[in-house]
Nanobody, 124 residues
Framework: QVQPVESGGGLVQAGGSLRLSCAASGRTFSIYSMGWFRQAPGKEREFVAAISRSGGSTYYADSVKGRFTISRDNAKNTVYLQMNSLKPEDTAVYYC?????????????????WGQGAQVTVSS
């Protein structure tokens, strides 16, 4: 069992960068695939990025491909989301989640453990 806790959100101008971190408690972090989702006001939660247990495989939503990078450090029980070239439409609450699954990581239903979320606001 892990408990993700996000940090690093904030306010940034369009074109700027932010890095989100997600620290997960528990000694079994490395057995979980990790993902980032986001939810904008009035919209459904959507997939952003995911990373396999070892970090060898990564997956991205088309809307962030080439701008966002997901990575993990299993020694620190932490997963990161580096966000570059931010756009106003990236404004949302970003959630970190842990999944025991190997596949289908684009679906929120695959994840058992969720953080509380971190607000990211991109001004135009």
């Amino acid at each position: 069992q892990v408990q993700p806790v996000e940090s690093g959100g904030g306010l940034v101008q369009a074109g700027g960068s932010l890095r989100l971190s997600c620290a997960a408690s528990g000694r079994t972090f490395s057995i979980y695939s990790m993902g980032w989702f986001r939810q904008a006001p009035g919209k459904e939660r959507e997939f952003v990025a995911a990373i396999s247990r070892s970090g060898g495989s990564t997956y991205y939503a088309d809307s962030v491909k080439g701008r966002f990078t997901i990575s993990r450090d299993n020694a620190k029980n932490t997963v990161y989301l580096q966000m570059n070239s931010l756009k106003p439409e990236d404004t949302a609450v970003y959630y970190c989640a842990a999944s025991p699954k190997l596949y289908g990581l684009g679906a929120a239903t695959q994840y058992n453990y969720w953080g509380q979320g971190a607000q990211v606001t991109v001004s135009s």
